[in-house]
């Protein structure tokens, strides 16, 4: 398989904030020199010169300091970052900008891309990259080498790269000498270690024309990008770094401990909104002792059905002709498990007396209760590992039955702390106790889920059929070079990466398997691995993670996860990423040796601690400056505004007394019950409520969910009554979408738009006036506090800049619009001169207003004259259940008219609007549409939230597709969503009739109004 690359927007404004700190910069494609040729010997002993080569170093930086700080600041704004007061110099560089982007968001990606913009931009083309160990070097290289097409494909050349060792040093001659995009990758230890080979590159070496490598490597200027760089911290890795004669330090991380100058951030908060990783669900065990007794209990799980009382999954033990031994039983109430296991002693007692599918637990009449997931009496190490094991495999099952129709394979991790659990050399078969178990419950597990699936035409059936269970698990560790055996790697033993392992081999290993893994064809599906090797790799179809080893301080649960974070591919190699459904396909799930409560109270605390750059006070201070990002182009939040936002906070009980966010805020948020904001605040709602969002609270860390929880949600009888059928055979046709219109008419619209909505903003600077404070002492002046601000004032710059900076309008333009360059030149040649002029006083502003308008008038454009076609093809019945993954009931709502017995809704408006179909006697019955079912729009697909089925004789229109929204007005939801709605009106008119109604309702009412006619 061949992995797929696409242009991800936050990705591209990654790239963007680090290429506009350098606007001004001029370009300087491959500045020449005289690359120091050395020395090599002659046969007579004598020394004399190298052939002179020519070589081609980055530009210099010639910004002065006040502009690059001007820069920093201009990026700043946009994405509301505090604002840096100087620029921070480093032992390393003088200027240094961070990078803030979360485990599995493609951090390597976006600094590759970097390389190729600031290339294609100034003509920068020396760059080294620093990493911290040998894992993370390994799979750095290995990601140059799969983004090397979609880059060609992209920039139109190549970087040549390549792994730093002292050994080769031809690879420096290459560095220097090439014109192109060179990029050379290198670990720490091969610069600030005290070894020999560390060493070499200070030194003079005969096989190197008696020449320092340094020297080699400086003389080109490179730009140094530092992969994790609070790994690397250390003063003499610092002045390491100062010896390479960087001009410019780029430092991507997800844990920054050192804030230089901050130009991105991407946190774990910001990933998880906005979908960007998979979502996390915990399977807890809990180990508890039995007071009196030994009896061994392990509540697996609680199944229900439409038609028989609850029933409990237990193991417990067995008395066989062979001996004793742990099985798992199907207990309903009454059951004696004394009489079940066969007349064992220990279960005395022990009758159920109640099965609690909502709470999860199981009683018994001699008072023990037992939750899922909790293991009670005798419970030793090996009882506690076999039980992951079984749960991991489990949990890799259910996720295999909902995702192999979409192409997905599906892959779990198994982490151990010592190769001879899982491969023993003194065995006949040499395997080890956990690959012994893990082979022994996958057996079980695969039989009880074959004698679920129908016998024939099942294609997955198929699929588990051809896999052996000793061929579907492998073990990466290192591999002894003598004996060929696999053995545990070193790991470091002090510093920032104790616990680690260098070991290049196993890296090596797991890193060629990568895309191979991902294919249906590789048997191999679950993974066991070193939990040393823990970083430096990952795999996007890791969907279970499970740690088989004793827990320690090395490794924190945010490590674990990080293997599995990544957003799944399916067999084309294509990302699943749809934002409909990418939370229901990308659900990680962990199998911790802990309850789900301890192991997420220690993930989310993991995660608060990386957060500590956010901002905590919803103030007015907090507010003041900030920047809205609207439709209609950026506003700032005056001390008016700024006022009113926390007014508006405190009058809500959305702030406590210490002004910060309460969980009432995000439940509103969360629920579409927010508080109308203020007159002057209303207009600019979503982007007032994005920079509230951006204090953090606890309330806004991710939402882990207690797998045992979830449960299936069959299709129920509501779903084949002849009313539903009907409707669905009305609207389930596909179409594809065509559009022509002529270039002239947007050019024209295009014109008079601009001409009469283009309000550039005048850059804006601050002043802030201060004095010394009457008396200064040693802790004020230490502490920052012997100057007290006396007042601050917002100026307006209006004078031109455009002499100062080099902007391809023209360019720019037709990039943000996707238009030609001729369409944006006739465009530009057509607006009126005064709103030209415009462009002089703020060229960036100038760029993103015109881009958002022409953008907006383009989907006007196609809209209007937008026409579907029906395909003939259908979405099959299927639809319902392929992405219908177990839910967890108590956020559900029980129906009657629904098609599946449980309803989950998105917001308060939707929960309303349920609770009044299912009480209406008018309504036959009714589905929230599926994910999948989607409308192409020019916009991106349309998921419609309902189908309706009427009564006959009740309402004009019997069959009815709602969108459910809180606002009704136009002019309050996003243009976006109008050109979606519009769409979805052009296509229901053509592929149904007249008896399908299309509309946007914002409650139960308006919707009887509309079909009443």
């Not at 995660?607 to 007015?620: N, Y």
């Not at 349309?942 to 309706?948: K, L, S």
Request: with cysteine; glycine share 6%.
């Amino acid at each position: 398989m061949k992995l797929k690359f696409k242009k991800q927007p936050y990705q591209t404004d990654a790239v963007e904030a680090v290429a506009d700190c350098l606007v001004g910069q001029p370009f300087g494609a491959g500045l020449k020199y005289r690359v120091d040729p050395g020395r090599t010997a002659e046969a007579s002993g004598q020394a004399r010169a190298a052939l002179e080569v020519e070589g081609f170093r980055n530009p210099d930086i010639v910004l002065p300091p006040t502009r690059l700080l001007e820069n920093i600041h201009a990026v700043q704004r946009r994405q509301n970052l505090p604002l840096s007061a100087s620029l921070v110099a480093s032992r390393a560089c003088p200027l240094n900008l961070d990078i803030e982007m979360e485990t599995g968001t493609g951090k390597t990606y976006c600094y590759i891309k970097t390389m190729f913009e600031l290339n294609r931009q100034y003509g920068f083309s020396k760059f080294i990259v620093v990493v911290p160990s040998i894992a993370i070097r390994e799979g750095v290289h290995k990601s140059f080498e799969i983004t090397a097409e979609h880059f060609l494909e992209e920039y139109g050349k190549r970087a040549r790269f390549f792994i730093y060792s002292s050994r080769e040093l031809h690879n420096l001659e290459s560095f220097s000498s090439d014109a192109g995009l060179n990029v050379m990758i290198i670990n720490v230890q091969a610069f600030n270690a005290t070894g020999k080979d560390a060493r070499r590159i200070y030194e003079e070496l005969d096989d190197f024309q008696s020449r320092k490598p340094i020297d080699v490597i400086a003389a080109n200027r490179p730009i140094l990008i530092l992969d994790e760089p609070q790994k690397m911290e250390g003063a003499k890795t610092l002045d390491g770094m100062a010896k390479f004669r960087p001009s410019l330090l780029l430092r991507y991380s997800a844990t920054h401990k050192t804030e230089h100058n901050k130009v991105y951030r991407l946190d774990a908060i910001d990933a998880y909104n906005q979908r960007l990783v998979k979502k996390i669900a915990v399977r807890g065990i809990t180990v508890r002792g039995l007071s009196g007794t030994n009896a061994y209990l392990y509540l697996e799980s609680i199944e229900i059905s439409k038609t028989k009382p609850p029933v409990a999954r237990v193991e417990m033990e067995i008395r066989t002709q062979s001996g004793i031994k742990r099985e798992m039983r199907k207990l309903t109430v009454r059951d004696n498990l004394h009489d079940r296991s066969g007349g064992l002693d220990q279960y005395d007692g022990f009758v159920v007396s109640e099965i609690d599918a909502v709470r999860n637990t199981v009683s018994f009449l001699n008072g023990v209760e037992i939750e899922g997931g909790q293991a009670v009496g005798d419970v030793n190490e090996a009882s506690l590992r076999r039980i992951q094991i079984r749960e991991a495999i489990k949990a890799h099952f259910e996720k295999e039955r909902t995702l192999f129709a979409q192409g997905i394979k599906v892959l779990s991790l198994f982490f151990i702390d010592e190769v001879a659990k899982y491969r023993d050399y003194t065995q006949a078969d040499e395997k080890g106790e956990y690959a012994r178990v893990f082979e022994e419950e996958y057996e079980a597990v695969k039989a009880e889920i074959l004698g679920e699936l129908p016998l024939e035409g099942d294609a997955w059936r198929n699929h588990l059929d051809r896999i052996q269970a000793g061929r579907t698990h492998q073990g990466y560790f290192a591999i002894d070079k003598k004996s060929k055996r696999l053995i545990d790697p070193d790991v470091i033993a002090r510093g920032e990466d104790k616990g680690l392992s260098d070991d290049v081999d196993a890296y090596d290993l797991i890193l060629k398997d990568k895309e191979r893994l991902l294919s249906f064809e590789e048997p191999v599906r679950f993974i066991f691995s070193h939990s040393a090797l823990r970083e430096g790799w990952d795999n996007p179809n890791v969907f279970v993670i499970c740690a088989l080893k004793y827990s320690d301080n090395t490794i924190s649960r945010r490590q674990e996860v990080g293997r599995g974070l990544r957003l799944s591919v399916n067999q084309d190699g294509d990302r699943m990423d749809n934002p409909v459904t990418v939370h229901h396909v990308n659900v990680l799930t962990v199998v911790a040796s802990e309850s789900y409560k301890e192991f997420v109270s220690a993930l989310q605390a993991d995660i608060g601690k990386t957060l500590s750059a956010r901002p905590r006070l919803a103030d007015e201070a907090y507010f003041t400056g900030k920047v809205l990002k609207t439709e209609h182009g950026d506003v700032a939040v005056t001390a008016q505004l700024a006022k009113l936002i926390q007014r508006y906070l405190i009058k809500n009980d959305y702030t406590d007394d210490g002004d910060r966010i309460t969980p009432a805020y995000h439940d509103a948020v969360k629920d579409g019950s927010l508080a109308p904001l203020p007159p002057e605040l209303a207009p600019h709602a979503a982007a007032v409520h994005q920079l509230i969002g951006t204090v953090f609270s606890d309330a806004q860390l991710p939402q882990i969910e207690d797998d045992r929880k979830a449960k299936s949600n069959p299709l129920n009888a509501n779903f084949h009554k002849k009313e539903f059928q009907e409707l669905w055979g009305r609207i389930n046709h596909k179409a594809i979408y065509a559009v022509q219109f002529d270039t002239a008419e947007l050019v024209g619209k295009c014109i008079r738009t601009l001409d009469s909505e283009l309000k550039v903003s005048p850059l804006q600077y601050h002043i802030v006036a201060g004095e010394q404070e009457d008396q200064a002492t040693y802790d004020s002046i230490r502490n920052g506090e012997a100057f007290r601000v006396r007042e601050t004032t917002t100026q307006t710059h209006n004078a031109s800049i455009h002499s100062a900076v080099t902007y391809d309008l023209v360019g720019k333009l037709a990039e943000a619009t996707t238009l030609t360059r001729a369409t944006m030149a006739a465009i530009l040649q057509g607006i009126s001169p005064v709103v030209f002029a415009q462009y002089r006083t703020n060229p960036e502003d100038f760029i993103q207003q015109a881009g958002r308008l022409i953008n907006e008038q383009k989907a006007t454009v196609i809209v209007e004259h937008l026409t579907y076609d029906p395909t003939g093809d259908t979405y099959g019945a299927d639809i319902f259940t392929q992405d219908k993954n177990r839910d967890d009931f108590s956020k559900a709502i029980k129906t009657d008219r629904h098609v599946f017995d449980y309803v989950f809704t998105d917001s308060k408006i939707e929960r309303d609007f349920v609770a009044e179909l299912d009480a209406s006697q008018e309504v036959v019955v009714y589905a929230k549409l599926p994910r999948g079912f989607a409308i192409p729009t020019p916009v991106g697909n349309y998921n419609p939230d309902w189908a309706i089925a009427f009564k006959q004789g009740t309402v004009k229109h019997i069959y009815f597709v709602a969108e459910t929204k809180g606002s009704m007005s136009s002019m309050e939801l996003k243009l976006i969503e109008n050109s979606k709605i519009a769409c979805a009106r052009k296509f229901f008119a053509k592929i149904t009739s007249d008896q399908v109604k299309y509309d946007v309702v914002n409650s139960f009412g308006k919707l009887m109004e509309v079909v009443q006619g």
